[in-house]
């Protein structure tokens, strides 16, 4: 079966019943294999549709994409009561689909345009799995305090 490791609500598995199962596992990819795929993907689509002001912006906005993803996943782990907050690859990839959908009539005049949409990516598919106001507010100031490090843009500007 496809079961995680304990931890989290998950109980421990016996290993008589874990004889009648064949294991498959990976590891998880380093952040730099992360940001190197991400930056490649978003680079390639900014480079093509944006000056090269805007498209140097996709490493900035890779590696702080990926360390909200890392905070998330390690500071956010489940509960019986947040039993949803089960964070994966594919949700760090869901940030990107989203600024693939960038138009460039609306950056064209400010870069934080940009900016914004990275900001209301991460909002969409982090926060809104969010249960109370308490890990809402966290996560604000995570985007904040990110933001600020790594783009140089905070969540007032």
Not at 55 to 72: D, R
Request: net charge negative.
């Amino acid at each position: 079966g496809c079961m995680g490791p304990p931890g989290g609500g998950r109980n421990p598995v016996s290993n008589r019943m874990l004889r009648h199962f064949n294991f498959l596992s990976f590891t998880d990819m380093s952040d730099e294999s992360s940001i190197r795929i991400f930056d490649t993907i978003l680079n390639s689509y900014l480079s093509k549709k944006f000056d090269a002001d805007v498209a140097k912006l996709s490493l900035p906005i890779s590696e702080a994409t990926v360390q909200i993803y890392n905070v998330v996943r390690a500071d956010l782990l489940p509960t019986p009561a947040k039993s949803h907050y089960t964070f994966n690859l594919r949700d760090l990839a869901r940030v990107f689909q989203g600024l693939l959908r960038l138009d460039p009539r609306a950056v064209a005049e400010d870069k934080n345009e940009l900016y914004g949409l990275w900001m209301h990516e991460n909002l969409r598919v982090f926060q809104d799995r969010m249960v109370n106001n308490e890990d809402r507010e966290w996560f604000r100031d995570l985007i904040d305090k990110t933001a600020r490090e790594k783009l140089g843009v905070g969540w007032d500007e």
